[in-house]
């Protein structure tokens, strides 16, 4: 019988190791802080997931996929399908806002956290070694970020990094690949993450572009099927909205997130105060008009916003793009403030995860070029629309990935510098 070879057997102590530890931080977090508390408000606990705890509800009251915001609205796609099933799947078994539901919820969430662990390891692995890949599976274990949002928040934050760093690793080996197995499983997983966060369907743009810049016209059929089977994992959600909202779509929300991060009132932060689940007056508006209607009234005013005051638009996107990456505000407004506890650790990462990927290209690393390509495409929409800590979180993985890649290769540098200027004893002294 073979036995694993002992570096194997390390990796898998390690990963092991690793997991359960993130797993446990994240669960004594939790109940230290007693997060999994239910608030008894005047909000009917819509605090209890947003939209996505709202609509859990809808489902698990059998109103179907419906009503996100705090006055019943009717059929939605504001949000993806596969975490209110989720939510709603843990209703049924824990009660609808109960406790025991909170505890559920953020251990679920405490698991795919933890297992990010594993799919930073193996990505890391594969692309910058494995030394790289432990320090940034440690370090994502104790990541403050991802620990706060998995603990204290109720939405698909943590299974979007997981999903990121799962489609990061699958897709590194697309470059060589004319598998019409593989470019389908890929095209399966992510059409799965579209159902989850729809964002994460971009990342796929870096591997096929290098694909194509490497296999030219061989590619195109495994493509094709690899896409086919991404419409087919999301074609019932995609049936179901042309039905009820007469066009295909995965969401339907990019109308409303527009316009609440580009108007008079702010440089790019998002006004709550324009969000139907903050303002009675326009939820109930909402409820009058339908979905598809209101969604058509905020497309309208974000043209004329953006005709009118095109220098505004400019400046609150260059607004977001800095604070997408800093934290930081290059012009605060109320509410908004430039915290230093919040800029010096977002730049601090950003910077090392960025120098990182620079390195990457200096020392002939293929995989630059994925590193590269999905940090720039990714935060793109978010550019135009809102810029919050969750939507940076969903790359923190890679930033941990390459920032990890980094610290190694400075780390040689002066331990090879340290050796050269070491004083050279000589035999007898």
């Avoid at 939507?391 to 890649?405: D, K, N, R």
């Amino acid at each position: 019988m073979l036995k694993a070879p002992p570096a194997q057997i390390g990796a898998s102590r390690f990963l092991i190791g690793v997991c359960l530890f993130a797993f446990l931080l994240r669960l004594t977090v939790m109940l230290a802080t007693s997060s999994y508390r239910v608030v008894e408000d005047d909000t009917d606990h819509f605090g209890f997931g947003w939209e996505m705890g709202r609509v859990a509800c809808s489902l698990a009251e059998g109103r179907g996929f419906t009503s996100p915001l705090p006055l019943p609205t009717g059929p939605t796609a504001i949000v993806g399908p596969a975490y209110p099933l989720l939510l709603a799947l843990v209703f049924k078994i824990f009660g609808i806002y109960t406790t025991a539901s909170a505890i559920a919820i953020r251990i679920l969430q405490s698991v795919f956290a933890s297992l990010t662990c594993l799919f930073i390891y193996l990505s890391g692995r594969d692309s910058v070694g494995p030394p790289a890949g432990k320090l940034a599976a440690i370090a994502w274990a104790i990541f403050p970020l991802n620990i706060f949002f998995t603990v204290t928040k109720v939405w698909e934050t943590s299974l979007t990094a997981l999903l990121a760093s799962v489609l990061f690793w699958y897709m590194l080996r697309l470059r060589d690949s004319l598998s019409v197995s593989r470019w389908s499983a890929t095209g399966a997983l992510l059409g799965f993450a579209a159902l989850v966060n729809t964002s994460l369907v971009v990342l796929v743009v870096p591997f096929g572009v290098a694909a194509l810049l490497r296999n030219r016209k061989r590619v195109l059929l495994p493509a094709a099927v690899g896409a086919l089977a991404c419409l087919a994992a999301t074609s019932p959600w995609l049936v179901r909205n042309s039905i009820r909202f007469g066009k295909l779509m995965l969401r339907s929300n990019f109308p409303l997130e527009f316009r609440i991060g580009n108007n008079e009132w702010s440089y790019g932060q998002k006004i709550e105060a324009l969000h139907p689940s903050n303002n009675a007056e326009v939820n109930r508006h909402w409820q009058e008009v339908g979905e598809p209607r209101f969604m058509a009234e905020e497309q309208a005013a974000n043209a004329r916003f953006v005709r009118e005051d095109r220098g505004r638009f400019a400046l609150s996107t260059v607004n977001r793009i800095v604070n997408y990456w800093t934290g930081a505000w290059i012009r605060p407004i109320e509410g908004f403030p430039n915290v230093w506890s919040v800029i010096v650790p977002t730049t601090m990462l950003s910077l090392s995860g960025l120098l990182g990927v620079l390195w990457m290209f200096r020392t002939g690393l293929p995989e630059a070029f994925d590193y590269a390509g999905c940090l720039a495409i990714y935060p793109i929409i978010y550019y135009l629309t809102t810029s919050q800590p969750r939507f940076y979180h969903s790359v923190t993985p890679l930033l941990i990935q390459s920032g990890a890649f980094l610290i190694l290769q400075w780390k040689e540098i002066a331990v090879r510098t340290l050796r050269v200027h070491a004083p050279v004893r000589h035999v007898g002294q």
